[in-house]
């Protein structure tokens, strides 16, 4: 699987936007899906989470209630729809995988990233 982020861009705190990431391969759904973010002068952090079965969502706290995570088998996309943006959500965010995976919020258990798509939220 390899994966393509878009949808990142410029936006006023308390607008909306929707990332998107667009994943090859024949088998996407065997696999756990994550976004994660990174902001200047922070290390990367999880944002959200979806497992290869049974479609559990997991969110950071910090996004719980404004991010909702969700994906298409059938066309191999993961998306990210980010509502309520705060300036502290600016960050290069980037989509992940891990074949099989069952931690959902830790960096280290993916294999495959993205290349990171940029959110910058204005006050």
């Known amino acids: 699987v390899q994966l393509q982020a878009s949808g990142g861009g410029l936006v006023q705190a308390g607008g909306s936007l929707r990332l998107s990431c667009a994943a090859s391969g024949r088998t996407f759904s065997t696999y756990t899906l994550g976004w994660f973010r990174q902001a200047p002068g922070k290390e990367r952090e999880f944002v959200a989470g979806m497992k290869w079965s049974g479609g559990s969502r997991y969110y950071a706290d910090s996004v719980k209630g404004r991010f909702t995570i969700s994906r298409d088998n059938a066309k191999n996309t993961v998306s990210l729809q980010m509502s309520g943006l705060k300036p502290e959500d600016t960050a290069v965010y980037y989509c992940?995988?891990?074949?099989?995976?069952?931690?959902?919020?830790?960096?280290?258990?993916?294999?495959?990233w993205g290349q990171g798509t940029l959110v910058t939220v204005s006050s």
């Open positions: 992940a995988s891990q074949f099989l995976g069952t931690v959902v919020d830790a960096a280290e258990g993916y294999n495959l």
